[in-house]
């Protein structure tokens, strides 16, 4: 196969879910409440239709895995096909396991020699990369997170305390104890702090049987929390995004921090 | 020796000027399909928070089955099936529970006899509860069925409920 720039840059812009108008980025365990020291199996893609690989795998490079007693964990026959990566995970401990895939960047926009580029790395390759006479540069830095839980034997939270960088979701109601007809209550931080007032979209699992996407828009309160009414029981995909000028990097102007998960949700 | 005995027949007597008695009958439904398996159960009393005040039955396969291509599996691996006893209970006990572990059953009527002398009944304090009856079933289906439950009765009490598919008629009996 002959290597060119503009295929590797279609496949770079297929696997970050972080451009404007992004498909979806989820993981998909093949159970989330189980008996102890079971395995499951996960699937990684991104794609418009929930839960269906049918567009991208979702890379499995900045996998992070923790175990309910906080040490990381790695995953058993990790590999990416045509349109979703997979991996098995052995639930060794009782309690709750946080998989995420983490991904912290910076993209780049500039001309060079009237030449539009784009560019995508770390806060530390920006200066070795991009030239120093480039025009237009703009740089925005990303984070995301895009995750899942599953537990095995009762639940716990070590495994689910925050990093303190970008969105992240901080259990009121712990992630595998989800049941249709019951309210569920998750508090958002971002960057450690409540999330107030953002924005939160909730779509159900199973969108290539219906006609409608059925989204649940919530705006989270002062403190960060969204409270969740489950209309019927199955799996679920979470996605908050905030675009700010908070930046870590001092070229970046602009910060998206971005957040997703995959829930399952049981019936009484 | 004269003494213990003497002890031990006035505790009889104490134990039952108080005793009470309940009796909980499960019909599993006879079902006629090609792969039947049978069903497993959990019947325990909930208080008014849903929090689990005693076990009384869990019912699923005990020894280590031989599956396809000869995968070792735990018969307690799909009690998370039983998913409401699991979530208020199951997770968070250590199998199997002395005396109220067991394997399998038929379809047909099983009776459950307890009394507020021994466990799991003994030390249920007095209050409103429910008795709750959930079969999940191999290539079959759920059903969960709850029955309100007075402790202790202060008269006889018969209660009954009937499930769809599942589940047959459950019945309570409650004795003084």
């Known amino acids: 196969m002959k290597f060119s720039p503009k295929s590797a840059l279609l496949v770079l812009l297929s696997i970050v879910p972080l451009s404007a108008f992004a498909h979806k980025a989820w993981l998909l365990p093949s159970a989330t409440v189980l008996t102890p020291d079971q395995w499951i199996t996960v699937d990684a893609a991104i794609s418009n239709d929930l839960f269906y690989f049918n567009h991208a795998p979702l890379k499995l490079d900045n996998l992070l895995i923790t175990a309910p007693d906080g040490t990381a964990v790695t995953t058993e026959n990790p590999g990416s096909g045509k349109f979703r990566s997979t991996f098995d995970l052995h639930l060794a401990l009782n309690g709750t396991y946080r998989l995420a895939i983490v991904n912290a960047g910076l993209f780049a926009n500039y001309e060079m020699n009237g030449e539009k580029k784009r560019w995508r790395g770390t806060a530390e390759a920006l200066a070795k990369e991009i030239p120093t006479d480039a025009k237009n540069l703009e740089v925005n830095q990303t984070q995301s997170r895009v995750e899942t839980f599953v537990t095995a034997g009762a639940p716990n939270l070590t495994a689910l305390k925050g990093s303190g960088a970008g969105l992240e979701l901080m259990p009121v109601t712990h992630p595998n104890d989800l049941f249709s007809g019951e309210v569920a209550k998750f508090r958002f931080t971002l960057d450690g702090k409540p999330a107030a007032g953002l924005k939160v979209t909730i779509v159900p699992g199973g969108s290539r049987y219906r006609n409608k996407q059925d989204e649940i828009e919530l705006s989270a309160d002062k403190d960060g929390e969204i409270a969740v009414n489950w209309p019927r029981p199955g799996t679920y995909w979470l996605e908050a995004t905030v675009s700010d000028a908070n930046t870590s990097v001092r070229q970046a102007k602009q910060r998206r921090a971005n957040y997703a998960a995959t829930f399952e949700v049981l019936p009484q | ?176």
């Open chain 2, 1 to 176: 020796m004269r003494t213990t005995c003497f002890l031990a027949f006035t505790g009889l007597i104490a134990g039952s000027a108080v005793a009470a008695d309940l009796t909980v009958s499960v019909e599993l439904a006879t079902i006629d399909v090609a792969e039947y398996h049978r069903p497993y159960v959990a019947v325990w009393i909930e208080g008014e928070d849903q929090a689990v005040a005693a076990n009384l039955a869990v019912w699923y396969q005990q020894n280590t089955g031989k599956g396809e291509g000869g995968k070792v599996e735990q018969g307690s691996k799909w009690l998370a099936d039983l998913r409401q006893w699991w979530r208020r209970s199951g997770r968070s006990v250590t199998l199997p529970i002395d005396t109220v572990s067991g394997a399998t059953r038929p379809a047909g009527v099983h009776r459950l006899e307890f009394s507020d002398a021994k466990p799991p009944l003994a030390g249920v304090a007095a209050g409103n509860y429910k008795v709750v009856v959930e079969v999940a079933r191999e290539v079959g289906g759920h059903e969960l069925l709850r029955m309100p439950l007075q402790w202790p009765p202060n008269k006889p009490v018969h209660a009954e409920a009937r499930g769809e598919h599942e589940l047959g008629l459950i019945t309570l009996d409650l004795n003084p």
